[in-house]
């Protein structure tokens, strides 16, 4: 028998559709084909808009998710086909997602330089309803955030995942996890918890150019 077939698989990516990144829907496909990446998480902040539109004709598989700002920080969820609404408590967020029958998972849970990250005291409070927690996170600068969150998720048994978090077409492809096929969201977890992590790290440049994005969008 030949050796079964892994795909690449990065659960967490921005588009033009977020207001901290320019990049273009077409310029992502590109890069994400470069990379060799064959199913993406489209999860721009607080909307599905760019993901849905891209799963119509992008030649790769399309998860539909969004990084959702909840009153304690983001929480995203994936397998999507409504919006969730911001600024809710986390523990309503994560109602509107299982209202979907979608998957819960915790982004950069202990980078201390993002102000976006869920706070601790709620991560606790939720943890028993996430499915997926980011373990490596390409944009975190510190390797023991990072490794806080691999400690974490070993010690509550859940599903650890490496991913890029991109926002530049620099980023693309830099961190994602390489698993098995799947048909639906229940086994694209079990294909998900047998799946070798790749960990590389980004530029903190990129740091840089997300802020000038932000602000452009501030200006219009």
Known sequence: MGKKHLMRVDL???????????????RAVEGWQRAGIDCVAVTDHNTI???????????????????????????IGLFLEEEIARDLTPEETIRQIRDQQGLVMIPHPFDRFRQSRLTEAAL??????????????ARTALARDNRRAELLAAEHGLISVAASDSHTA?????????MADFDSPQTF??????????KRQSSWFVHAFTRWAKLRSRLG
């Open 124 to 137: 606790l409070r939720v943890l028993p309803e996430v499915d997926i927690m980011e373990v490596f996170n």
């Open 170 to 178: 620099h980023e693309l492809g830099r961190s994602y996890v390489e």
């Open 12 to 26: 967490h990516t921005h588009t033009e559709y977020s207001s901290d990144s320019e990049l273009a829907l077409e």
């Open 49 to 75: 808009a760019g993901a849905l539109a891209l799963r119509e004709w992008a030649p790769l598989r399309v998860i539909v998710g969004s990084e959702v700002r909840t009153c304690e920080g983001e929480i």
């Open 189 to 198: 977890l079990d294909s998900l918890r047998e799946g070798r992590l790749v």
